[in-house]
């Protein structure tokens, strides 16, 4: 996985989720086969357990899909919609500033 540009950022900022998606069947021990949509379609649809994030039901939570619009190497534009957090790490010579930043695709 070292070096795999996920949905067209790589590195801190690069998207790790992109929608919940319906799991179709298990396939080995921890490898699942899930129902992407169409949009998808190049997108291999096996992941590994390690890359899916536990969904818990709530009878109130509605899912709704956005449809992404994305390019033709699987990527999309998102911009930055505001700065929710600021701080400083500090290591033992020097001073690094962290952010954190809400992310706004531009399908909405």
Do not use: C
């Amino acid at each position: 996985m070292k070096g795999v540009i996920r949905f067209g950022k790589k590195g801190k900022l690069s998207p790790r989720y992109i929608g919940l998606f319906e799991i179709l069947d298990r396939v080995g021990k921890g490898d699942y086969h899930l129902a992407l949509p169409p949009v998808l379609a190049k997108t291999h649809n096996f992941f590994h357990i390690s890359m899916l994030r536990k969904y818990v039901s709530e009878p109130s939570h509605v899912l709704t899909y956005k449809l992404l619009q994305l390019k033709q190497y699987l990527s999309y534009d998102e911009q930055p919609e505001r700065i929710i957090e600021k701080g400083i790490k500090e290591l033992r010579s020097q001073r690094i500033p962290l952010v954190k930043v809400l992310w706004r695709s531009s399908t909405e």
